[in-house]
């Protein structure tokens, strides 16, 4: 899985984080430690490869210091790109635990988060202090690091307030304005359609192919898929979208009561109504 195919998963995850934020029952636990699992192997993986590569870059000859850096670049975009979806993921899970006062996945996420931005410092440091890398190159890198802070503060921009997408964020300005431009559109769908859109365009430009970690990249995302309960997806396998859980959930609240008043049509009604959803106590007819 390339890593710019981590990027739309994680657009998909953000459209539906109300959705997983609001509604979702508990996240699955075998799906975080296999999130978890995942995201370290790739960190340790990558920690080898950047140094290694600062090893021997002391020692290659001038001739052939540009065929060095292409063989590093692609895990430098890797790291780069990927961590959209690290900090999307860690933004819904922790939004979706703060909501109901848990503390389970928030640490998983966290920690994954955490490896993650210490590749990110090693990759950077190796953009500006490693010797070799030409004018041209480092500018495409750090065009393409900004292009990712962007979307990634874009795609936390469409999360709910309660997420507290703020410890998430490159930018807190950049996702408050992002976040009221979600808010502002009318057709949520048709905007998504377009963001999509554009996030391909914005990345089929990815110059580097394949991916180094693709396997790692594949059992990450699947990782977050295992998180989810299976309620949140259709037949066809893709989200289900945040309008229809609404009309999901209030037509089980609805049956709920249905069912309770028929049971009550069965069973014995003297001086007893049904019991009141939010209290779970009988109240006689006539009390207030």
């Not at 997420?163 to 769908?189: N, P």
């Not at 997806?233 to 859980?245: A, D, I, P, Q, Y």
């Not at 069973?267 to 779970?280: I, K, Q, S």
Request: charged share 25%; net charge neutral.
């Amino acid at each position: 899985m390339h890593a710019r195919e981590l990027v739309e998963f994680a657009a998909l995850i953000a459209s539906n984080g109300p959705a997983i934020i609001g509604h979702a029952p508990r996240l699955s636990g075998s799906g975080l430690e296999q999130y978890w699992s995942a995201s370290r192997c790739r960190h340790e993986r990558w920690g080898r490869s950047l140094k290694t590569f600062s090893y021997e870059l002391q020692y290659v000859k001038a001739s052939d210091m540009a065929t060095r850096w292409a063989e590093i670049r692609n895990v430098l975009e890797e790291i780069l790109t990927t961590e959209v979806l690290t900090r999307t993921w860690a933004a819904v899970c922790c939004g979706y635990e703060r909501q109901r006062g848990l503390d389970e996945a928030s640490p998983i996420v966290r920690n994954v988060l955490a490896g993650h931005l210490e590749a990110r410092n090693r990759a950077l440091n190796l953009m500006v202090y490693g010797h070799g890398l030409r004018v041209e190159e480092a500018v495409i890198l750090n065009r393409m690091r900004r292009r990712n802070e962007r979307w990634s503060d874009m795609l936390l921009g469409y999360l709910p307030e309660s997420a507290d997408t703020a410890k998430f964020a490159f930018s807190t300005a950049r996702v408050k304005e992002f976040a009221a431009d979600a808010r502002g559109s009318v057709h949520s769908e048709t905007a998504w359609s377009l963001l999509l859109a554009s996030l391909r365009i914005a990345y089929q430009k990815q110059t580097c192919d394949p991916s180094p970690n693709e396997d790692l990249n594949r059992r990450v995302a699947a990782g977050v898929l295992a998180c989810l309960p299976s309620e949140l997806f259709e037949s066809t396998g893709t989200l289900k979208s945040l309008w229809l859980l609404r009309m999901q959930h209030a037509a089980n609240d609805t049956q709920g009561m249905i069912e309770e008043l028929l049971a009550l049509e069965d069973g014995p009604t003297d001086g007893l109504t049904w019991e009141t959803r939010t209290t779970g106590q009988p109240r006689l007819r006539g009390s207030h």
